[in-house]
């Protein structure tokens, strides 16, 4: 007897970032997999896919952003439904990877917050996971599986090369990034600072710039960074490079969480623009602010997704700079 076997791509979403989920879909030519979505009257989440999954192919998307926890126990809990109903594979896909900042110990007894939700996700079923932009490449050695850290640099800088005509300057706001623009200096063809800051570790979302090393002066400075939270960092180190005799000022980075009170901060700091992608859902508030721009990773992500369904080369997507 023969048997033909065809395999089947499956992508769902938990309800976190929904738009960038439905984009990716659409790239991909396929519709979303249908989910029964409930939350009990306790708090408790519900989900249960509506048709077979099995032997499918299952990738589950989910934005780790507010309610930070309850995203990632929905998108744990989708895993472990298709799991339970014979998926072929899962790969967990969260273009923001929750707690990724919380990757080592500063402070004596201080959990590795990121080791453990990496662990659930194992625990949970998924077979992969895949990632944006990780805070610290050292978060795929959490786990035994394979791990894809994906990286937005192709958009942000295609479109800043569009947008710059003259000598540029790629700056990083803390000596930790400077690889990160050293990376971004190579496709923009520019030169590479960055701001020696100080941070006490007692004190959550706190910093001060000190010192910055590189030229500045009559140049354009693109600040680069992988999250924009309260955004104290990059407005320090705008007003700082300003003050060393920069002629523009634009901010990129990966994911803009934008948490209290980045909205004041971007708006009365010496910025031109700030340029962020989907992978967190932004608000209309950030939206509304005219030097903010939001840019799709939905088609770099359609096609990793695709590259790791058919057995094909994801870094070729990226040239290698994904790894």
Avoid: W
Wanted: charged share 25%; proline share 5%; net charge negative.
């Amino acid at each position: 007897m023969d048997i033909v076997s065809r395999k089947r791509m499956m992508v769902f979403t938990g309800g976190s970032n929904e738009p960038l989920a439905e984009e990716v879909a659409e790239v991909l030519g396929i519709q979303l997999g249908p989910l029964e979505r409930s939350t009990f009257a306790n708090g408790e989440i519900y989900v249960r896919p509506t048709e077979s999954v099995r032997g499918a192919d299952c990738f589950v998307l989910q934005s780790h952003c507010y309610p930070m926890n309850d995203n990632i126990m929905e998108q744990l809990i989708m895993i472990d439904s298709l799991k339970r109903a014979s998926a072929r594979s899962i790969t967990a896909v969260m273009p923001f990877f929750g707690y990724s900042r919380q990757d080592k110990k500063v402070l004596p007894r201080e959990p590795i917050t990121a080791r453990l939700i990496s662990d659930l996700f194992m625990k949970a079923g998924a077979d992969r996971l895949v990632s944006v932009d990780l805070h610290t490449g050292q978060l795929q050695g959490f786990i035994s599986k394979p791990f894809d850290s994906l990286t937005a640099l192709p958009i942000l800088s295609d479109y800043l090369a569009d947008k710059i005509e003259g000598k540029t300057t790629v700056l990083s706001p803390d000596s930790g990034g400077v690889k990160r623009a050293e990376r971004y200096a190579r496709y923009l063809d520019a030169s590479v600072a960055f701001i020696y800051k100080r941070r006490d570790p007692s004190e959550h979302n706190e910093s001060s710039a000190l010192s910055m090393a590189g030229r500045v002066k009559d140049r354009h400075v693109v600040i680069v960074d992988d999250i924009i939270d309260t955004a104290g960092t990059v407005c320090n180190a705008a007003e700082m490079v300003r003050d060393y005799g920069a002629i523009s000022v634009r901010v990129a980075a990966t994911h803009g969480v934008f948490s209290e009170p980045a909205l004041d901060r971007i708006k009365n700091a010496p910025i031109d623009e700030v340029i962020v992608t989907n992978t967190l859902p932004v608000n209309e508030d950030i939206q509304e602010l005219e030097q903010v721009k939001v840019l799709s990773i939905a088609p770099i992500l359609a096609e990793t997704l695709q590259a790791i369904f058919m057995n094909s080369s994801v870094s070729e997507i990226f040239l290698g700079e994904n790894a």
